[in-house]
């Protein structure tokens, strides 16, 4: 797949700056740019490396202007940062994701189906009443429970395991290791000490545009469903316990946690190893910051939570920056205190 | 499976209030009940949906005295919660779990062997010299290595793990991505920086009664044996390091996690992503609020523990309640000081 | 495999004293010997179970003068603890790890290749132009994407997941459910709130002497490699971002996490649960203690972090000391203004 500065630019809606029949096959950061490659440049930061690099090409800001000779032909752009992001798409679309059809061994159960161009991998196994739609990939070692229903064009990565009765939408992308469906963690405390199983009888919903990274788990709801509503982004290694519910386009970095039965509203964005307690309910547009630990509902959209337990970011490091001279400020007590002392004499004199 | 309420009411040792002959099929939570479903009212918080509900019937306590008329017909009992969880028991044991036989291809290594009744999916793999009980359901792409023993009424979902030499007891449930009996992190530091492994030896023992939420991790001894006691459950994506021990009926909730050689008492409460550092002993009965990190033994049983470094809950949130006023109290010793200064004159005045 | 005492003092170059005829077959903790095991005693704490040991022999420091009688055995060497784990690895060595062939069902893409000596489970699946090295043991259900490779004597435990594209060096060894090159978490926000996925089209580069815990996860990069580096050890449930690059011999324990493009430099050591966010850089040496978030690139080689968000560990200890004593320290505070109010007076009399 070698394409010409010209058809790139075509393709971009960008105009060239140099010469237009210069070939390039590949896709590098400007910083590790090589002959036969092409890269973009948006952020400033990075403008140095446009004069040094051995990119043969480099998409560039419609209003950019160099302030150094510059070797590699620029394709002028309206937003360089969206075209590259174009590009890649592309490029991905024409060398990968294109594989299809039925390899051996694999597993289907009586009353499942899928729709025409899906890919089934070795290994993989669909239990009974499954229904499938056209276009998705299950790669090797995916399992699927019974009367799972997916929709169109998703991705199962390989190892991807989803217990029965869980409604997965369209677009929907599953990295390697996911569980989705596992029982909730819910126990009944008996009076010799043991705890006795609740049975969870709920399911898992994951609308559409749902992506979910590298082992992370969803667990099925005790009665009803846990449900990840539409344009949810979940990254690796991610908690969501039982009857939770993920508002659409919330975002949620690595290694975080939603206890059970919280409400999380649209557009949140939690940042990475969070902690959220259970039955707690997530105004929309709430950002938490890494590592905090929330701990009760918030009543405001908008807010940005820190801390364990968090409170409003603002705040929080303006206490964090006073409990870094937390040693200062006792010595400043403790002088206080000692004149306070010497002063108290004078107190009873006059 | 459709029921009359009169059968339920049998069934939980209950008296019906209204028509005994409704039918009755679903299961479902009081404020989203719909006819042909049953449903139960322990709360008081959801009292009012009671009034509103569109279920069939709704399982109540013997005490209740209902405020306004109630369209649904009541099952009268001892104890709501715990009936409707009995309810679900038979409802699961019914709907579900009724599967066993041999799907192919599986794979069984020479010398091992296994009960009645037991279910073996498409794609298990069972070494050489594996011993497993009666009623066994193991899952497509589980994994069970050589010398492993598994009891009677164990539950292993799609895609666990048990590496060699592992015991398992009678009715434990292991679901998906679990881990139990991969290497200890041990690695001795070598003069030149660099680390040299420190071979694992040891095995993983489950008791009974256990269960394992998905994708956690429970690594062998360096030598002897990890030893999960009998009643203890473990939510998701738990880390339980080399040589730990949890003793009977603890509870640990997701993502957290015990360093190597720790020894954890009976019927400890262990929150969501607590760290628990290496080497220590804590006491029967302790409770580890969520967040927190463990980074000394404990001697007293009962304690709850808070922070990182975790230390008892009241202090800690005594201490955490003046950690959000730091600002203020830099602005009061500020005042202080030069209220102090301005008084110094003073002193040396009379 | 019995061995008689004076065998085993060959091997690890020690001398005898006692009967050196006595056979050993077993490995066992000093405290929990008994007849025909061998331990070893190196930490003085434990000196006391030497004298009540039922251990066949005990390995012990050339220059180590017991205080009582010794029924075991005893074989003296330069350093006892190096000594047994030189035993364990011959132990290991001899009594597992020598499987090899093939298993079927397997599968095996085309172009797709591997050296002598190698393992390859049942359910386990090569996609194509896959370059294995020799002896490499692939477990049940592995999978291996397309282009991948793989050098020699790497052991990739059952369910290990590898993309396309990554590269695997030499002895590496990756404990089950390990992720390797699934996409790093990268969207664009787009105007209507919803997020658009930005292809990762990089890879994994995994150099020499790896090791990776159970169900821990690296993404691949967005472009380029995440790299890690020579003798790098990772425990479990560690998540690796998108273009992070970790230096030579560094260590991570169970469940801390690096964002995306953050570098970390050799011989690091990063305990449990910690979290790094993206874009930074961390020197040579770095300590990070447990639970730590670390917010801000360091300059200087070879300090201890501690805390979130993390700073310098003595000082964070002195302030956490202080946090402790936060309601007293309120109290003296409210003290003094009390004092100095009742001083005020004074000020205007005289």
């Not at 969870?200 to 992506?211: F, P, S, W």
């Not at 969070?274 to 938490?288: D, E, F, Q, S």
Request: proline share 5%; aromatic share 8%; net charge negative.
């Amino acid at each position: 797949m070698v394409f010409t500065i010209e058809e790139i630019a075509r393709l971009l809606n960008g105009t060239v700056e140099g010469d237009k029949q210069i070939k390039v096959d590949r896709i590098a950061k400007i910083e590790e740019g090589f002959p036969g490659s092409i890269s973009f440049l948006s952020n400033p930061k990075y403008e140095n490396y446009l004069y040094t690099t051995e990119a043969s090409a480099v998409i560039v800001n419609d209003n950019f202007e160099p302030k150094k000779p510059v070797k590699a032909a620029l394709i002028r752009v309206n937003d360089a940062y969206t075209a590259f992001t174009t590009l890649l798409e592309q490029y991905q679309r024409m060398s990968g994701m294109l594989i299809q059809g039925i390899e051996e061994p694999s597993f289907m159960g009586d009353g499942s189906k899928h729709g025409e161009g899906v890919y089934r991998g070795a290994f993989s196994y669909i239990g009974k009443k499954v229904s499938i739609g056209k276009h998705v990939k299950i790669y090797p070692q995916v399992y699927i429970g019974d009367n799972v229903s997916i929709g169109d064009h998703c991705v199962l990565f390989p190892g991807v395991k989803i217990y029965k009765n869980t409604v997965i939408g369209n677009h929907c992308t599953l990295h390697a290791g996911v569980v989705v469906g596992s029982d909730g963690f819910g126990f009944a405390p008996q009076p010799d000490g043991s705890y006795k199983k609740i049975p969870q009888l709920g399911n898992v919903i994951l609308e559409n545009h749902v992506e979910i990274g590298a082992n992370t788990v969803v667990d099925c709801a005790t009665m009803g469903s846990t449900i990840i509503r539409e344009g949810v982004k979940l990254d690796n290694l991610i908690q969501i316990a039982h009857n939770v519910e993920i508002g659409k386009n919330t975002v949620m970095a690595g290694q975080s946690g939603i206890s059970g039965s919280s409400k999380i509203g649209e557009n949140c964005i939690i940042a990475g190893q969070v902690g959220i307690a259970g039955h707690l309910h997530i105004p929309n547009k709430t950002t938490i910051l890494a590592q905090s630990g929330l701990t009760k509902s918030l009543e405001e959209e908008g807010l940005q939570l820190f801390g364990s337990p968090a409170f409003e970011r603002k705040p929080y490091i303006r206490s964090y920056t006073v409990f870094r001279r937390l040693p200062e400020l006792l010595e400043r007590i403790e002088e206080l205190e000692e004149k306070v002392l010497n002063l108290k004499p004078t107190e009873s004199n006059p």
